[in-house]
Protein backbone atom coordinates (compact mmCIF):
# COMPACT_ATOMS: atom_id res chain seq x y z
CA UNK A 1 0.00 0.00 0.00
CA UNK A 2 1.43 3.56 -1.39
CA UNK A 3 1.84 6.50 1.67
CA UNK A 4 -1.04 8.00 -0.20
CA UNK A 5 -3.39 5.04 -0.40
CA UNK A 6 -2.46 4.94 3.85
CA UNK A 7 -2.96 8.54 4.33
CA UNK A 8 -6.17 8.82 2.09
CA UNK A 9 -7.64 5.73 4.38
CA UNK A 10 -6.86 7.20 7.60
CA UNK A 11 -8.16 10.64 6.81
CA UNK A 12 -11.44 8.66 5.63
CA UNK A 13 -11.46 7.19 9.34
CA UNK A 14 -10.82 10.56 10.71
CA UNK A 15 -13.16 11.97 8.71
CA UNK A 16 -15.95 9.12 9.81
CA UNK A 17 -15.08 10.27 13.65
CA UNK A 18 -15.53 13.47 13.22
CA UNK A 19 -18.62 13.46 11.79
CA UNK A 20 -19.71 10.99 14.58
CA UNK A 21 -18.62 13.53 17.41
CA UNK A 22 -20.16 16.26 15.47
CA UNK A 23 -23.34 14.11 15.77
CA UNK A 24 -22.47 12.83 19.41
CA UNK A 25 -22.36 16.99 20.07
CA UNK A 26 -25.63 17.95 18.51
CA UNK A 27 -27.38 15.22 20.22
CA UNK A 28 -25.83 16.61 24.00
CA UNK A 29 -27.20 19.96 22.48
CA UNK A 30 -30.66 18.86 21.86
CA UNK A 31 -30.80 16.88 25.12
CA UNK A 32 -29.77 19.19 27.12
CA UNK A 33 -32.50 22.57 25.31
CA UNK A 34 -35.16 19.76 25.39
CA UNK A 35 -34.87 19.58 29.58
CA UNK A 36 -35.03 23.45 29.61
CA UNK A 37 -38.41 23.19 27.23
CA UNK A 38 -36.51 25.40 24.32
CA UNK A 39 -35.08 24.54 20.86
CA UNK A 40 -31.20 24.32 19.92
CA UNK A 41 -30.07 27.78 18.57
CA UNK A 42 -28.96 27.25 14.85
CA UNK A 43 -25.69 28.64 15.40
CA UNK A 44 -24.60 26.02 18.01
CA UNK A 45 -25.58 23.49 15.82
CA UNK A 46 -22.52 22.28 13.68
CA UNK A 47 -23.47 23.29 9.88
CA UNK A 48 -23.99 20.67 7.03
CA UNK A 49 -20.89 22.31 5.36
CA UNK A 50 -18.60 21.46 8.47
CA UNK A 51 -19.97 18.04 8.85
CA UNK A 52 -19.54 17.59 4.78
CA UNK A 53 -16.06 19.04 4.53
CA UNK A 54 -13.36 16.32 4.92
CA UNK A 55 -9.82 16.71 6.41
CA UNK A 56 -7.64 16.56 3.72
CA UNK A 57 -9.67 19.67 2.15
CA UNK A 58 -8.88 22.03 4.76
CA UNK A 59 -4.98 23.68 4.23
CA UNK A 60 -2.74 24.87 7.04
CA UNK A 61 0.09 26.80 6.90
CA UNK A 62 3.31 25.74 7.40
CA UNK A 63 3.57 27.43 11.01
CA UNK A 64 0.07 26.03 11.52
CA UNK A 65 1.41 22.84 11.04
CA UNK A 66 4.53 23.30 13.06
CA UNK A 67 2.39 24.08 15.74
CA UNK A 68 -0.10 21.04 15.35
CA UNK A 69 2.55 18.22 14.76
CA UNK A 70 4.51 19.85 18.18
CA UNK A 71 1.57 19.78 20.00
CA UNK A 72 0.57 16.03 18.84
CA UNK A 73 4.03 14.65 19.90
CA UNK A 74 4.28 16.75 22.87
CA UNK A 75 1.08 15.12 24.14
CA UNK A 76 2.30 11.93 24.97
CA UNK A 77 4.68 13.79 27.60
CA UNK A 78 1.89 14.43 29.59
CA UNK A 79 2.56 13.03 33.32
CA UNK A 80 -0.21 10.62 34.50
CA UNK A 81 -2.76 11.72 36.62
CA UNK A 82 -4.87 10.62 39.63
CA UNK A 83 -8.25 11.52 37.33
CA UNK A 84 -8.89 13.13 33.83
CA UNK A 85 -5.90 14.42 32.31
CA UNK A 86 -2.64 16.84 32.91
CA UNK A 87 -1.10 19.52 31.48
CA UNK A 88 1.80 19.52 29.05
CA UNK A 89 4.79 20.53 31.14
CA UNK A 90 6.48 24.04 29.94
CA UNK A 91 9.41 22.20 30.37
CA UNK A 92 9.19 19.42 27.80
CA UNK A 93 7.43 22.18 25.45
CA UNK A 94 10.46 24.45 25.93
CA UNK A 95 13.15 21.77 25.52
CA UNK A 96 11.08 20.56 21.98
CA UNK A 97 11.67 24.59 21.12
CA UNK A 98 15.36 24.27 21.96
CA UNK A 99 16.00 21.21 20.21
CA UNK A 100 14.22 22.66 16.99
CA UNK A 101 16.12 25.87 17.20
CA UNK A 102 13.95 28.45 17.74
CA UNK A 103 15.36 31.26 19.35
CA UNK A 104 14.38 32.99 23.02
CA UNK A 105 11.67 34.91 21.87
CA UNK A 106 10.13 32.16 19.25
CA UNK A 107 10.46 30.06 22.10
CA UNK A 108 8.15 31.87 24.53
CA UNK A 109 5.56 32.27 21.50
CA UNK A 110 6.05 28.41 21.01
CA UNK A 111 5.26 27.64 24.86
CA UNK A 112 2.57 30.46 24.94
CA UNK A 113 0.76 28.57 21.66
CA UNK A 114 0.76 25.35 22.92
CA UNK A 115 0.04 26.11 26.17
CA UNK A 116 -3.06 27.85 25.40
CA UNK A 117 -4.22 25.35 22.72
CA UNK A 118 -3.11 22.72 25.76
CA UNK A 119 -5.81 24.09 28.15
CA UNK A 120 -8.53 24.26 25.56
CA UNK A 121 -8.19 20.49 24.73
CA UNK A 122 -7.74 19.95 28.55
CA UNK A 123 -11.27 21.77 29.24
CA UNK A 124 -12.86 20.25 26.28
CA UNK A 125 -11.47 16.60 28.18
CA UNK A 126 -12.77 17.52 31.55
CA UNK A 127 -15.87 18.63 30.60
CA UNK A 128 -16.76 15.61 28.34
CA UNK A 129 -15.64 13.53 31.04
CA UNK A 130 -17.76 15.21 33.86
CA UNK A 131 -20.48 14.60 30.97
CA UNK A 132 -19.79 11.12 30.89
CA UNK A 133 -20.33 10.61 34.28
CA UNK A 134 -22.96 12.36 35.63
CA UNK A 135 -24.39 10.23 32.52
CA UNK A 136 -24.16 7.21 34.87
Given at each position: ?????????????????????????????????????????????????????????????????????????L???????????S?????????????????F???N????????????????????????????
Amino acid sequence: MSWYKSTDALNQRHDIKRNQKLESDREFLEEVFRERHQEVPEHLLPDEEVLAKSISDIELSAAEMFYLNAFNLLQRDRPPAFSGISYIPWSVMNKYAKQTGLKFIDRNMFVSILSSFDALVVAYLREKTERNNNKK
